[in-house]
């Protein structure tokens, strides 16, 4: 949901990131979850042609930035590729590290955002509550909706602080 959701905040921005998506457990070349899918169709976000894939070396390999949606997940990364620990991030962890109420209004590109998430994640304590999204996969569609919502909500608030604001 993560990748759908950012690409239909950028789809009208004049940011050049490329996003990309892939999960550590994934079934190759599966639909997305049909919860999902229906929680997505209702934010007007066409998920038509998705088809999952695992993640792999080389994905993580050409990555500048991967947000996961677990710390487990984050761990996994590393575990295939210990050098990519430093940039990889739980997306709920990263919209903190780049929540900086004193950037005195100063907006930041996306290379910028993550030399920030990268100083911050040195300097901070760990929060009081998880910051893992709930897997919502086998549950009911309220899950699903409980955690697009918090997705937007961390996408909206990192895009908040780049050289460019979603409408």
Not at 23 to 46: C, F, Q, S, Y
Request: charged fraction near 30%.
């Amino acid at each position: 949901m993560a990748e759908h959701i950012l690409r239909s905040r950028l789809a009208e921005s004049p940011l050049n990131w490329r996003i990309s998506s892939a999960g550590t457990h994934a079934v190759e070349h599966t639909e997305i979850m049909p919860n999902a899918a229906k929680i997505l169709d209702r934010m007007g976000i066409d998920t038509a042609g998705f088809r999952s894939r695992r993640v792999n070396r080389q994905l993580i390999g050409e990555a500048d930035l991967i947000l996961t949606a677990e710390q487990r997940q984050r761990e996994l990364i590393a575990a295939v590729e210990p050098a990519a620990r430093r940039r990889t991030f739980t997306l709920l962890q990263f919209a903190r590290f780049v929540d900086d109420p004193d950037r005195d209004g100063e907006l930041r590109t996306g290379r910028e955002l993550l030399h920030l998430a990268l100083e911050m994640q040195g300097a901070s304590q760990p929060p009081a509550h998880s910051e893992d999204l709930a897997d919502p996969v086998g549950g009911p569609r309220r899950g699903y909706r409980v955690c697009a919502d918090l997705i937007e909500t961390a996408i909206d608030s990192i895009l908040g602080y780049t050289d460019w604001r979603p409408a």
